[in-house]
């Protein structure tokens, strides 16, 4: 089935850095990719949509100059945390949608990165 | 009130158990999920509904659009079963560039006992 790549799994960074996430597919062609945050012991939320080629479509109440999203190829999204933040640390998981796809074809999902600010 | 509502929040059963966790929604929906994630965080869909009933191995996933709601049984439940399950609705409007917003239910966590 189809493969979502996301790396790192874990990552720990001091307040101030910025914080690279990729969000690879696999064995498919995304033209979206979606970027989810997860707080402990709540659900997902979405953070914004990337779309290949072009300008990502953020939701409410996500600061865009924070949280960066590159949809450079039709296989790679990247999230970049920028000037982390203690209250950056969160459960961050990618899904993409196969180009190929009938709208409402299943997500699938990467793995999630796990980032802690320090 | 949230879009996606799901019961019960948390959830133990015995191993053999029959298992059901309900999701509820108040918007127009294209389809369904029903998604698993593990302790360490990884999300499998486990399902992709816009009508009826589907089944594979133990797990069973309906839906009534007329009621908005929707039901996961796991029959024969099993401690790797223990995981959260969360329901997704993805939003009848399409929006521009062609996506449809997925709102995620708060999660039911299981726990299956031996």
């Known amino acids: 089935g189809a493969v979502v790549s996301q790396h790192p799994s874990r990552v720990i960074c001091k307040s101030g850095t910025s914080v690279k996430i990729e969000c690879r597919s696999l064995?498919?062609?995304?033209?979206?990719m979606f970027w989810y945050r997860q707080f402990p012991k709540q659900s997902l939320m979405l953070m914004a949509t990337s779309n290949e080629g072009s300008k990502a479509t953020y939701e409410q109440g996500v600061e865009k100059d924070k949280f960066l999203i590159n949809h450079a190829s039709l296989t790679l999204s990247t999230l970049t945390v920028t000037s982390a933040h203690p209250e950056d640390s969160s459960f961050y998981i990618c899904s993409a949608r196969d180009r190929l796809a009938a709208i409402g074809s299943p997500l699938h999902f990467g793995n999630g990165t796990r980032l802690t600010v320090t | 009130k949230n879009e996606v509502e799901q019961s019960p929040q948390n959830l133990t059963a015995q191993e053999g158990e029959f298992i059901t966790i309900n999701c509820s929604y108040s918007?127009?929906?294209?389809?369904l999920h029903w998604l698993q994630q593990h302790p360490g965080g990884g999300i499998v869909s486990l399902f992709m509904l816009s009508s009826g009933k589907k089944k594979h191995g133990r797990l069973i996933a309906t839906i009534n659009i007329q009621e908005k709601h929707s039901s996961l049984h796991i029959t024969a439940s099993h401690p790797r079963d223990s995981a959260v399950y969360i329901c997704a609705v993805r939003c009848s409007l399409t929006l521009a560039g062609g996506y449809q917003k997925v709102t995620f239910g708060t999660g039911t966590k299981l726990q299956v006992i031996p």
């Open positions: 064995d498919f062609q995304a033209t979206t």
């Open positions: 918007v127009g929906i294209s389809a």
